[in-house]
Nanobody, 122 residues
Framework: VQLQASGGGLVQAGGSLRLSCIISRRPFSTYGLGWFRQAPGKEREFVASITWSGDSTSYADSVKDRFTISRDSAKNTAYLQMDSLKPDDTATYFC????????????????WGQGTQVTVSS
């Protein structure tokens, strides 16, 4: 399984971006997709996750009510809609996949895409 993230860019504070994560083949229904981010000099952190069935989502407190994770099973693609962006959201964003039977932690994710850079100017 290969994942490819795209959609990053430079945006002003308060603006929006939508990230996409294309998966090389249809994930099993027992898999979940997640978005993580890593800012310069900081540890990688969880942003949001969704079950491939779409029936459950989870968000970091720092992005709750601003970011929305979704997936389009017909396109084998997951999305991260980011609204009301802040300079603190500046980071490289990664998408990843994990089997749902594993607890939703970073170590549970087997497959990772390359990152896409998001820069939010003040």
């Amino acid at each position: 399984v290969q994942l490819q993230a795209s959609g990053g860019g430079l945006v002003q504070a308060g603006g929006s971006l939508r990230l996409s994560c294309i998966i090389s083949r249809r994930p099993f229904s027992t898999y979940g997709l997640g978005w993580f981010r890593q800012a310069p000099g900081k540890e990688r952190e969880f942003v949001a996750s969704i079950t491939w069935s779409g029936d459950s989502t989870s968000y970091a407190d720092s992005v709750k009510d601003r970011f929305t994770i979704s997936r389009d099973s017909a396109k084998n693609t997951a999305y991260l809609q980011m609204d009301s962006l802040k300079p603190d959201d500046t980071a490289t964003y990664f998408c990843a996949a994990r089997p749902l039977w594993r607890t939703n932690t970073e170590l549970a994710y087997d497959y990772w895409g390359q990152g896409t850079q998001v820069t939010v100017s003040s």
